[in-house]
C-alpha cells in the first residue's frame, strides 16, 4: 500500500516530535463541565470574549494588512509568527488545533458520538487508514497554517476544508488513475491520491504550501492560483462555480471513445471512470445541471458514460444556508442511481464511494452524497460569519471536529493508540511549517512577459506542420472544378477527419450536414466522429474541453456566433485552463464558430458579428474556401498542441459564387495538397497599388474589393490594394511587414465600432510606429441586426467615405 512508503516516509524525516503535553480534559469534556459549573451571565460573558476576538481580527484579513506592518524586517516565515504570537493564538483555528492537540495527548476521547461501520466491515487495513489519516491530518493542519500565512502577509489563498477531512475514503475508493476534478475544499481526498501515487508526504505538503503561498516553483499552477491537484489524471478546478462539470463528462465519454477508435497510448485508461466532486450549494449552478442532463442523456441513449458526481453537504453555500434542499433536489432531480454516505466517517465515506465507483465503471454515470457535514471556520478568511449565524452556531459549527471523532473510532477499534495518534499529528504540523517555511521564500510571479508567455501552448510553426502532416496517411482524392466555400470546407473535413483517427467533430444538428451543409456526408462516412449533441452550448464546449484532455482533438461547431453567449463562461474556461495551470493541462481543441455577420435572415441571434477575443485564444476569420482550407491544417495542428483555436465562418460567404455581375470569381479550386497550410503570420494581398491599403478579413474583404472598384471608377483613386488579414487575435508578422508600404491604411472592420478586433491591431502598429499618418478605423453599427435587413453591417460606401476621408487628410508636422 502506498500508505506504507507515507509512514516511513514519516518516520525518517529529521523532525522530533514535540514533547508530550499535559493530560487534560477532552474539549467536549471541558465544554460539559464549564456549562455545568457557570451561570448564564458567566457564559454570556464567555461567549462575548470570542465574539470580541473573532470582530478584532476579522478586520485585519478584510482591510489586506495582514499584519505586514509588525513584521517588516523578519526575514523568515517563522520570525514573522512569533512576532505576532500572541495575535496567532487568537485565531480560532490556532485554538482549536491546541484544544485537539490536548486532547490527544490526554487520551480520553472517549466514544465516538456518531455510529459508523467499522473499518473492518467495508475492508479497509490498517495501512489504508493510516494513510487517510495522514491526509486528514494534513488537510487540517494545512488549513491552519493558510490561515496563519495569511495573516503574517505571506499566505493568498483561504477558503477551508475543515469538516471534509473525512473524504480522504474518497481517495482510497477510486483508482490512482482515475481522472478526477476536486472541489477546491476536498484537500484530503487529494492529498490521498498524491500519496498513493508514491509522492513522499514533504514533499505532498510542501507542493500544497506553494500553492497557498502563490510560489512559481507550485507544480500545480506555478504561482497563478492556489489548485488542488498534482498527479497526473488530476484535473483543474477554477472559482467558477461547478465548471468542473461538464469537462467531467466529457473526459467520461473521450476515455471510452477514444480506445474504441483505435488510437494508442492514451492519457487516460479506458475503464476508468471520471470522478467530479462538489458542494451542496453547486448543484443548483447552471454548469452542474448542463452536465447531468448530459450525462442521463447518455446514459439514455445507450452510450458509456462513467462520471461519478461527488457532492458534500455541509448545509450552507457561503452564507446560504441548504435547508435541506440538496435531499429534495437529489430525489426529484436526478434520474441516475444515488449512493449516500456518512461524511463524518471514513469508512462510511470509503464503502460507499466504492460502491458507486464500482457500479459507474460498467459504464452508467451516478452519484455519492457525502452528509452530515458541518462545515467549520466559516468559508474563509474574510467570511463575516456573524453577518449570517448566530454566535451559538459559530460555536457549534466549531465545537464539531470530525477528526477527534475519527481518533476515537481508531482508538476504539485498535487501528492506533493515543501516542501514535499525537506524534503523527505533531511530525506532520512540523512538516507542513517546515514547507510553509521555504514556500514563503520562494519567487513569486513578477514579469508580465512570464505570465503573457503561459496564455497558450507555443505556436507550432510551419515547416514543423507540415513535417506533421506528411507522416499521416495518404488524404482521399478530391475534385479539381472550382468549389463554393462551403465545398472548400467540407472536403477539408472529410482530408482531416480521414487523415487523423484521433479527430472528432461534435456539435447540434450536424450528423445530417448542418445548417450551412458544411458537414454534410461527413456522418455517412466518419461514423459517430461527426456526431450530434443536445442543443447545449455549455455541455458542448464542456465535453470538447475533456475529449481534449482523453487525448482526442475535438471540434466544437457552435450553429450560431450568438450562441457561444449560451456557453461563455465554459468557453472562457477552455482558454484560460493554459494559463490557469502555467501550460501543464492545456485544453487544445478547433471552435467553430458559424452563423456570423452579414445576412437577411434570422435577425440578430443569426447574423451576430460581435466576437470574444480572451488571451490566450487565436481568432482567425477566413474570407474565401481555398484559404479556409489550408488554415484548416493549421488549426487543427495547432489544436493537437494544446492551442485553442475559433474558426469564424461569414455566413454572407459559404455559399457565394460571384464578386462582381457572374464572374464566378469566389469559387475556387480547393487546395489538394495537405502540407499546404496557412499559418496566423500570413495575409493575402489583393492588387499591387501603394497608395492605399484597406485591411479586413472575412465577408469584409469582398465588400473591400467592391469598394475598391467604386473608387476607382467613381472617384479616380487609383493604387488600392485590399489586405485580407484573417488572424484577428494579435497583429500577425505579415501585416506588421506590408502595413508601412502604404501611403494610408483603412481597417475595415465586419464587428461593431468599439468592440471590433481591428482596434486592438491599430494599437500595436501605433506603439511600433508602423501607421502612416493618414488611418481611418470604419467598422459596423454600434446596434443590434434587425430580420430581413442588412442596414447595420459593414458595407461599401462606409470604406469608400473613410478612405476618401483619409486621402483629403493634412497630417499636422509638428517642430
Known sequence: MASASVAKSLRSSAFRPPAPRTSIPTPKQQRQQSLLSRSCSQRAAAAATTTT???????????????????????????????????????????????????????????PSVAAPTYKEVGLSKEDVDLAMDAAFATFLLHVQSRVSNFVGEGYYTIGP????????????????????????????????????????????????????????????????????????????????????????????????APHLGLQS??????????????????????????????????????????????????????????????????????????????????????????????????SPAAVVYEGITRRFGHAATDRQ??????E?????????????????????????????????????????????????????????????FNSQPEVYKTEVQKQISSLPAPPATPKSPQLMRQCMTLAL??????????????????????????????????????????????????????????LIPIVEIPYAKYLDCGGDMFFEAVIMNWLSAGKKPAGMVIRLQGFDKGVFG???????????????????????????????????????????????????????????????????????????MPFDEVRVHGEGRRVAIVSYGNGVPTSLRARKVLEEEHGVKDVAVIDAPYLSSLSKGLADVIPKYDAVIFADVCKMGQHPQAGLICELQRRQLLPARWRSVAAATTYNPLGSTVTFLNEDDIVKATLSSLLFVPTIRR
Open 266 to 363: 492514451l492519457p487516460l485508461p479506458a475503464d476508468g471512470i471520471s470522478y467530479i466532486s462538489l458542494g451542496d450549494g453547486s448543484v443548483n449552478n447552471a454548469h452542474f445541471l448542463s452536465a447531468i442532463n448530459l450525462a442521463e442523456y447518455m446514459q439514455h441513449r445507450g452510450f458509456q458514460c462513467p462520471t461519478l458526481f461527488g457532492i458534500s453537504d455541509n448545509g450552507i453555500c457561503i452564507s446560504l444556508k441548504g435547508y435541506s434542499w440538496l435531499k429534495k433536489f437529489t430525489e426529484q432531480r436526478l434520474g441516475m442511481k444515488i449512493f449516500r454516505a456518512d461524511g463524518t466517517s471514513i469508512a462510511s465515506v470509503y464503502a460507499a464511494t466504492k460502491e458507486a465507483a464500482d457500479f459507474v465503471r460498467r459504464g
Open 393 to 453: 452556531e459559530i460555536e457549534a459549527a466549531e465545537d464539531s471536529c470530525v477528526l477527534s471523532e475519527e481518533c476515537a473510532r481508531l482508538v476504539e477499534q485498535g487501528y492506533a493508540a493515543y501516542p501514535e495518534l499525537l506524534s503523527k499529528m505533531n511530525r506532520i504540523e512540523e512538516m507542513i511549517e517546515t514547507a510553509f517555511d521555504q514556500a514563503t521564500q520562494e519567487p513569486k510571479v513578477s514579469s508580465r512577459e512570464t505570465l503573457i508567455s
Open 162 to 257: 475543515c469538516g471534509e477531512e473525512m473524504l480522504a475514503g474518497v481517495g482510497l475508493a477510486l483508482r490512482p488513475s482515475d481522472p478526477s476534478a476536486l472541489h477546491y475544499r476536498h484537500v484530503s481526498t487529494s492529498l490521498v491520491r498524491a500519496l498513493r501515487h508514491g509522492k513522499a508526504m514533504d514533499q505532498v505538503l510542501l507542493d500544497r504550501a506553494r500553492g497557498y503561498c502563490v510560489s512559481t516553483l507550485d507544480p500545480v499552477g506555478g504561482g497563478h492560483h492556489c489548485l488542488v491537484g498534482g498527479c497526473p489524471n488530476d484535473f483543474l478546478v477554477t472559482s467558477t462555480l461547478a465548471s468542473q462539470s461538464c469537462p467531467a463528462v466529457g473526459r467520461a465519454a473521450g476515455l471510452r471513445l
Open 386 to 391: 456573524d453577518a449570517y449565524l448566530t454566535e
Open 53 to 111: 476576538a473573532r470582530k478584532t481580527l476579522l478586520p485585519t484579513f478584510l482591510s489586506g494588512d495582514f499584519g505586514r506592518g509588525s513584521c517588516r524586517g523578519f526575514a523568515s516565515y517563522r520570525e514573522k509568527k512569533e512576532a505576532q504570537a500572541g495575535k496567532i493564538e487568537q485565531l480560532p483555528e490556532v485554538k482549536r488545533l491546541r484544544e485537539l492537540r490536548e486532547a490527544i495527548a490526554s487520551g480520553s476521547l472517549g466514544a
Open 603 to 677: 435577425g440578430n441571434y443569426h447574423t451576430h458579428n460581435t466576437l470574444h477575443l480572451p488571451p490566450g485564444l487565436d481568432v482567425v476569420a477566413y474570407s474565401n474556401g481555398r484559404d479556409y482550407a489550408r488554415g484548416l491544417r493549421n488549426a487543427i495542428a495547432q489544436a493537437e498542441a494544446g492551442r485553442v483555436v475559433m474558426l469564424v465562418d461569414s455566413t454572407d460567404l459559404i455559399n457565394r459564387r460571384h464578386l462582381f455581375d457572374k464572374d464566378d470569381a469566389w469559387r475556387m479550386p480547393y487546395p489538394d495538397d495537405p502540407t499546404d497550410i
Open 494 to 551: 472529410d482530408e482531416q477527419l480521414s487523415m487523423r483517427k484521433n479527430l472528432v467533430y461534435i456539435g447540434e444538428d450536424v450528423q445530417h450536414g448542418g445548417y450551412y451543409r458544411v458537414t454534410e456526408n461527413l456522418h455517412k462516412k466518419h461514423g459517430f466522429r461527426v456526431a450530434d449533441f443536445p442543443p447545449d452550448e455549455t455541455s458542448l464546449i464542456g465535453v470538447g474541453i475533456g475529449y481534449a484532455q482523453a487525448g
